[in-house]
């Protein structure tokens, strides 16, 4: 008799995995925690599928370059700031914010390649970014109360994901994924989002898995930023999860978090700002075992996952690039 054939479950089309045929997301990425960064000090930070340096120039202002010496590849991660320019540790080339070698050790003219990728910076939330192309092709977003009415509170997560950001950022619009694995209701129907090239943002009133009254506003910025401003049980907070990509199928997660300044006495504001991280950290933990664990791909959708099925369209279309590619290993 023969083989009863079996077909394998239905498929949607792959999701390009950063780094597939060596590009990754153009979108901004965490390279590491402001409070790091010193005036004076070098960190050097995997990015990508390579590595940056990231120092402050005599301006104050942070720069994110290519780390490896374009004469002999040595750790510009290990080298040292002198007169406001980058110096490598071995042979004492110096190059400036922009990636330009502007002089050697022992005083030969810099040759003409000698040069180092420069990428868009930012400084904000607590968090020097990167950006990933030649130039941003999106904003960091704001919380709706102005900055100088907000205590903010920027953390880096000791735990690693073995994914992709998208991967993580898939979560938000995964609708089933809230209510069953989170304990979450929704008011109402299923949200509609709001989407451009380069987010989406959807609102929703329900209830937390306690029984508390929540209004949210949620989604995704580029493939690594999730943003979230909630109304919880009558006081608001603003979250922001920010995924850095410290190599192809890994994920380094950051905490922002903030609340009003005028909610009460400093000691109160701080112990609610204590109140929300323990909230996410909370998810995270209800996440953890699942994304240590998934191999994750579109597969068998069912009508609830209609959100999730547009975030899927909106990564196949997303643009990737890697611009600093010659630069990085």
Known sequence: MAAQRRDGPP????????????????SWFPICLAEELEPGAVLGVPFLDGRVAVFRGDDGDARVLSAFCPHLGADLGVGDVVDGVLRCAFHHWRFDGAGRCVATGIGDPPPSGAALFS????????????????TPLWELPDFPVPENELVVRTLALEEEFPVDPWVLCCNTPDVQHIKALHGITFDGGDPEAEWTDHSMLYDFQGLHKGGEVIDNR??????????????????????????????????????????????????EVEAYLDFVVDLER???MEDERI????????GTLTKSDRLLGNFFRYLRRYPRAHPAAGFMR
């Open 291 to 298: 994304m240590r664990t998934i191999r994750f791909r579109p």
């Open 282 to 284: 909370q998810i995270v």
């Open 11 to 26: 498929r949607g089309a792959p999701l390009p995995a950063e780094g597939d045929e060596g590009l990754f997301s153009q």
């Open 119 to 134: 990428y868009p910076v930012a400084e904000k939330f607590g968090l020097i970014w990167a950006f990933n192309g030649e």
């Open 218 to 267: 949620v989604g995704i910025y580029g493939t690594s930023l999730y943003y979230q401003s909630t109304d919880f049980a009558g006081r608001w907070f603003g979250f922001l999860a920010p995924f850095g990509l410290p190599a192809p199928g890994r994920v380094k997660t950051y905490f922002v978090v903030a609340a009003r300044r005028d909610l009460g006495p400093p000691e």
